[in-house]
């Protein structure tokens, strides 16, 4: 069973952004089916760093596209941004390192995170990006 599933209400309606959102949605998923499957902590941890590595490529598009454009709530919405990402490196680091780091708790944060994200910060750039000819 997905631990998140796509829906219209998330979208942004910027098509790269809501592309690369079904990729993390994704990648959380795979990650709960590689715990759940007996896939073992090698296949999980994969999908874990694949996970941390991905955020900061779709962190960093949502980020150059603000900065290209001016967005009002640009420093707002990198401060989140870079709050995660200081949380993933050091999951990925405590993964690397041996720590008990994939949990159902884990799953949990990052799928609330994920959807309150999407929800409350990045549709907020939709209307703003699109009224600067954004597809
Ligand atoms: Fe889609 Fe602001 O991350």
Request: charged content about 25%.
């Amino acid at each position: 069973m997905a631990v998140i599933q796509w829906t219209d209400s998330l979208a942004t309606n910027v098509s790269k952004f809501d592309e690369q959102h079904k990729r993390l949605i994704k990648m959380i998923n795979d990650l709960h089916e590689a715990m759940s499957s007996g896939k073992g902590k090698e296949a999980a941890g994969k999908v874990l760093v694949d996970l941390v590595n991905y955020c900061g490529t779709h962190f960093s598009a949502e980020e150059k596209l603000m900065i290209t454009h001016n967005y009002p709530e640009y420093a707002a919405h990198k401060k989140l941004h870079d709050d995660l990402t200081k949380q993933a490196l050091e999951l990925k680091k405590g993964y690397e390192e041996g720590k008990p780091v994939i949990t159902i708790e884990l799953l949990t944060f990052l799928r609330n995170w994920l959807t309150n994200h999407i929800n409350g910060t990045d549709k907020k750039y939709g209307p703003f990006l699109k009224s600067k000819g954004v597809a």
